[in-house]
């Protein structure tokens, strides 16, 4: 990027105070087993640190201690950490699973931020354990800075997790040597419904073999399963490392709970692995691990419960709608009713979304979406064919949840809101949909693009159908031809944004795990389709 900030002074720090939180070591026992609290010394941070949601001049920090203690963060505008300033932080203990989440408040814009996190015995303040530290760059407050950000989601899927034959979650490291201003983790962040066994068959006769815990081996159903589902992942050292270095906007879809739930289902008695059979209690306690694991703005003390959407406002040139196309949606149907008003979105969440688009001053409206709008994603889970995102795969006039984007389409057309990008995961392919009212039968909007990235590491799947209502041509695809490809084999992605503050022009890459660019596409700003 021509004027991106502080890139040198970033770098610096990898080689330097970050190399400490790379280097950490986990606790007894990680390779085999949940990992085992050591209850003499000093409190340890060893799940590393994360930042999230950060904004012009606000982020959220978090951390996990193995026993109680005292969070405290110092924020400093160097790696030095010569001048520091002292934010206090929540008593991590039991109730949260020893995890806390600190606003740090009146940062400066457009600016490198370093921090550390102290965790303090809560009888004994003066004894602290070994600072664990990190860094972001907060929102431009000039639009001439430029940024780039990443997405992908789907982590940990289909049985295959953390390989360390294969180096572990190594599309971190990819994704991380660019040096991104923030991370959009497009849901299926866990598979608290796929349980990780130590070692998988692949077509050639070779075997992957897994990092495993206890409470991956058996689907999620308890609040602690659930918890566990979010430690695996931070077994990795890759993503610790990123996670250190690289902030997160997190947003949720069904495997965080259960394949393809909605709100109200019973599971059926014939799937014996669940006991709990009310999909309304496994959310509950998924919700909760969710808040406690990733620092998301509206999940935080104070904040409206349970609420995953909202709008990350990143400088003049960007806002990001965070979609949740999960919680407020109806039961999966066969999508043919001509009349939806609840819809993917639900009501209340629908009209947040016009209501923001409609008063955002920013350039690009990124709208990132747990759920592609075009392409045909089934649900047979409950033996019959269901649909599972938005399109059902008739292309004649809108149906059933296709209703609910129609309004928002035509909202968005009328309302002369220019700059809308749809990014997604989710079906565990790459592609770049175009979507044009020449080629749809809903012909009421404005052109327009979704990109689709991920997985991150799971199976990989063939591409999608595409559903003709809103018109959509598939301009570039990288899929395989069979199902359930291990991330051994390839086929793991992530997106790349980048927005010139100069131009005011967003480039869009789609990459493959070691960061070799697929796809590009360049889309000029101020305008209301593409």
């Given at each position: 990027?021509?004027?991106?900030?502080?890139?040198?002074?970033?770098?610096?720090?990898?080689?330097?105070?970050?190399?400490?939180?790379?280097?950490?070591?986990?606790?007894?026992g990680?390779?085999?087993?949940a990992?085992a609290?050591?209850?003499?010394?000093?409190?340890?941070?060893?799940w590393?640190?994360?930042?999230?949601?950060?904004?012009?001049d606000?982020?959220?920090?978090?951390?996990?201690?193995?026993?109680?203690?005292?969070?405290?963060?110092?924020?400093?505008?160097?790696?030095?950490?010569?001048?520091?300033?002292?934010?206090?932080?929540?008593?991590?203990g039991?109730?949260?699973?020893?995890?806390?989440?600190?606003?740090?408040?009146?940062?400066?814009?457009?600016?490198?931020?370093?921090?550390?996190?102290?965790?303090?015995?809560?009888?004994?303040?003066?004894?602290?354990?070994?600072?664990?530290?990190?860094?972001?760059?907060?929102?431009p407050?000039?639009?001439?800075?430029?940024l780039?950000?990443l997405?992908?989601?789907?982590?940990a899927g289909?049985g295959?997790?953390?390989?360390p034959?294969?180096?572990?979650?190594?599309?971190?490291?990819?994704?991380?040597?660019?040096?991104?201003?923030?991370?959009?983790l497009?849901?299926?962040?866990v598979?608290?419904?796929?349980?990780?066994?130590?070692?998988?068959?692949?077509?050639?006769?070779?075997?992957?073999?897994?990092v495993?815990?206890?409470?991956?081996?058996?689907?999620?159903?308890t609040?602690?399963?659930?918890?566990?589902?979010?430690r695996?992942?931070?077994?990795?050292?890759?993503l610790?490392?990123?996670?250190?270095?690289?902030?997160?906007?997190?947003?949720?879809d069904?495997?965080?709970v259960?394949?393809?739930?909605?709100?109200?289902?019973?599971?059926?008695?014939t799937d014996?692995?669940?006991?709990?059979?009310?999909?309304?209690?496994?959310?509950?306690?998924?919700?909760?691990?969710?808040?406690?694991?990733?620092?998301?703005?509206?999940?935080?003390?104070?904040?409206?419960?349970?609420?995953?959407?909202r709008?990350?406002?990143?400088?003049?040139?960007?806002?990001?709608?965070?979609?949740?196309?999960?919680?407020?949606?109806?039961?999966n149907?066969?999508?043919?009713?001509?009349?939806?008003?609840?819809?993917?979105?639900?009501?209340?969440?629908?009209?947040?979304?016009k209501?923001e688009?409609?008063?955002?001053?920013?350039?690009?409206?990124?709208?990132a979406?747990?759920m592609?709008?075009g392409?045909v994603?089934p649900?047979?889970?409950?033996?019959r064919?269901?649909?599972e995102?938005?399109?059902?795969?008739?292309?004649?006039?809108?149906?059933?949840?296709?209703?609910?984007?129609?309004e928002?389409?035509?909202?968005?057309?009328?309302?002369?809101?220019?700059?809308?990008v749809?990014?997604?995961a989710?079906?565990?392919?790459?592609?770049?949909?175009?979507y044009?009212?020449s080629?749809?039968?809903?012909?009421?909007?404005?052109?327009?693009?979704?990109?689709?990235?991920?997985?991150?590491?799971?199976?990989?799947?063939?591409?999608?159908a595409?559903?003709g209502?809103f018109?959509?041509?598939r301009?570039?695809?990288?899929?395989?031809?069979?199902?359930?490809?291990?991330?051994?084999?390839?086929?793991?992605?992530?997106?790349?944004v980048?927005?010139?503050?100069g131009?005011?022009e967003?480039?869009?890459?789609?990459?493959?795990?070691?960061?070799?660019?697929?796809?590009?596409?360049?889309?000029?700003?101020?305008?209301?389709?593409?």
């Open positions: 990027m021509s004027d991106h900030p502080s890139v040198p002074a970033r770098r610096s720090v990898l080689r330097g105070s970050l190399a400490a939180s790379a280097a950490l070591a986990l606790p007894v990680v390779g085999s087993a990992p609290f050591a209850l003499s010394g000093r409190p340890r941070a060893a590393g640190v994360q930042a999230g949601d950060v904004t012009a606000s982020g959220l920090v978090w951390v996990r201690s193995d026993r109680p203690a005292r969070m405290v963060v110092e924020v400093s505008p160097t790696e030095s950490f010569r001048r520091v300033r002292r934010v206090p932080g929540p008593l991590l039991g109730d949260t699973d020893f995890t806390g989440t600190t606003r740090l408040r009146g940062l400066p814009p457009g600016e490198q931020v370093h921090y550390r996190v102290l965790l303090a015995d809560p009888d004994d303040p003066r004894r602290t354990g070994e600072p664990v530290t990190g860094t972001f760059r907060t929102a407050a000039r639009r001439r800075q430029g780039r950000f997405w992908s989601g789907d982590l289909q295959w997790g953390i390989n034959d294969l180096g572990g979650y190594r599309i971190y490291d990819a994704m991380a040597r660019l040096d991104p201003d923030f991370f959009l497009s849901g299926d962040s598979y608290a419904d796929g349980p990780i066994a130590a070692t998988a068959a692949l077509p050639d006769g070779r075997v992957y073999r897994n495993v815990t206890e409470e991956k081996s058996k689907v999620a159903e609040l602690a399963e659930f918890r566990g589902n979010f695996y992942n931070l077994l990795d050292e890759n610790r490392r990123f996670n250190a270095r690289v902030p997160t906007i997190v947003q949720w069904d495997h965080e259960r394949n393809n739930w909605y709100p109200g289902q019973i599971i059926a008695d014996a692995r669940y006991t709990e059979k009310r999909v309304d209690v496994l959310v509950e306690r998924a919700r909760r691990a969710v808040s406690e694991y990733y620092p998301v703005s509206t999940l935080t003390p104070g904040r409206r419960e349970g609420r995953m959407y709008v990350v406002r990143h400088g003049p040139l960007l806002d990001v709608f965070v979609l949740d196309m999960r919680t407020y949606r109806n039961a149907s066969s999508g043919t009713g001509s009349v939806d008003p609840q819809g993917i979105l639900g009501r209340e969440q629908l009209e947040w979304l209501r688009l409609a008063r955002s001053n920013a350039v690009w409206k990124v709208i979406a747990d592609p709008l392409l994603v649900d047979t889970t409950e033996g064919r269901n649909v995102a938005v399109a059902q795969g008739d292309p004649g006039a809108p149906l059933g949840r296709e209703l609910q984007i129609a928002l389409l035509r909202f968005v057309k009328h309302r002369r809101i220019t700059g809308t749809w990014l997604t989710d079906v565990h392919h790459t592609s770049a949909q175009h044009q009212p080629r749809a039968a809903f012909t009421d909007f404005e052109p327009f693009w979704e990109f689709v990235s991920g997985p991150l590491n799971a199976g990989a799947f063939p591409a999608s595409l559903d209502t018109g959509p041509e301009v570039f695809v990288k899929a395989p031809t069979a199902s359930n490809v291990s991330p051994a084999e390839g086929y793991q992605f992530f997106g790349e980048e927005i010139d503050g131009s005011g967003m480039t869009v890459r789609l990459r493959e795990q070691d960061g070799a660019v697929l796809f590009t596409k360049v889309l000029r700003p101020g305008l209301v389709g593409q």
